[in-house]
């Protein structure tokens, strides 16, 4: 099996995510989003396979997004997404993407639902 893992390797859920799938001997392509962030289009068909919405895959935690009112409840969907183009620090990680789905993992254990 293969996976796509958006990654930060300065997240403890993110490394502990890809431990997982290495241990489970999954061939696994690894980006780190904040280097080579997916395009808007990919993001967002990847929230949809996920069955979240991009406010669901907000970083709301990060204090940008409080910042730029991205946790208003009024900011569209799309907003959100343009933000997070132009800040990729705003994208929950790790998203895992493999033939079975896609998972917002955290924590990092929902990735063995797509395993």
Not at 18 to 39: R, W
Not at 93 to 104: A, D, I
């Amino acid at each position: 099996m293969k996976a796509t893992i958006y990654h930060n390797p300065m997240c403890g859920t993110s490394r502990k995510t890809l431990e997982i799938l290495e241990n489970e001997g999954i061939d696994v392509d690894v980006v780190e989003y904040l280097k080579a962030p997916p395009g808007r289009d990919q993001l967002k068909k990847l929230y949809e396979q996920a069955g979240i919405t991009p406010r669901q895959g907000l970083r709301d935690k990060e204090p940008l997004a409080e910042e730029l009112g991205l946790t208003d409840p009024a900011i569209s969907d799309d907003q959100i997404l343009d933000a997070m183009m132009e800040h990729p620090i705003l994208i929950q990680r790790p998203l895992v993407q493999t033939e079975k789905g896609v998972r917002l993992c955290r924590p990092q254990d929902e990735v063995r639902q797509i395993l």
